[in-house]
């Protein structure tokens, strides 16, 4: 039997929880949240079986000892409860617990209080003319494509160089002249 998890707000609640237990660490979040992602490809069922591998790759845990560890502390403090199976070729089982579980969409009320929006942004139709506007630069300056500059030693640059032919690719080329 499926139960419908609103993946969102679980996620929410569950995080919620995981900045006031002070028990936890990087890797125990990191192995909940690969078993999460296997209850959602699991279709939320109340139960269901697990791979060590499988998890432990999904977790980036490369300790069986701290993935064996982790499990049973997180089932301990009561965010999963897990089962072993001590079978090599049954997996272990787990059972995820609800962390605000609802049929519906999640809107956040408390969102509107810091002005923001559930809804879709309206732009003024004329946003294109406005922004055509905006960029045309009307104070344009000088032409600087030919201006000498004085440097601070008292030398006068030019800001563009000259052509000139340093790959020798003009037709008048001797190529006897080596490379």
């Not at 490369?62 to 982790?70: A, M, Q």
């Not at 809107?107 to 294109?128: E, M, P």
């Not at 030398?155 to 490379?179: A, G, M, R």
């Amino acid at each position: 039997m499926s139960v419908e998890i609103n993946y969102i707000k679980h996620l929410n609640a569950v995080f919620e929880h995981f900045s006031k237990d002070n028990r936890l660490n990087p890797t125990h979040i990191s192995l909940y949240v690969a078993l999460f992602q296997l209850w959602n490809s699991n279709f939320f069922r109340q139960e269901f079986y697990i791979n060590r591998e499988e998890v432990m790759e999904y977790a980036k845990i490369g300790s069986k000892s701290t993935y064996h560890k982790c499990l049973k502390e997180l089932s301990h403090w009561n965010y999963i409860l897990y089962i072993p199976s001590h079978n090599p070729f049954k997996g272990s089982r787990i059972k995820m617990f609800d962390f605000g579980t609802s049929t519906g969409q999640v809107v956040n009320q408390s969102s509107t209080n810091n002005r923001t929006s559930n809804g879709q942004a309206v732009v003024s139709i004329n946003k294109h003319i406005q922004t055509m506007q905006n960029t045309k630069n009307n104070n344009k300056h000088g032409d600087f494509k030919n201006s000498n500059f004085q440097s601070a030693n008292g030398y006068k640059q030019k800001l563009s160089v000259p052509y000139q032919d340093n790959l020798k690719t003009s037709t008048d080329k001797n190529y006897d002249d080596p490379l």
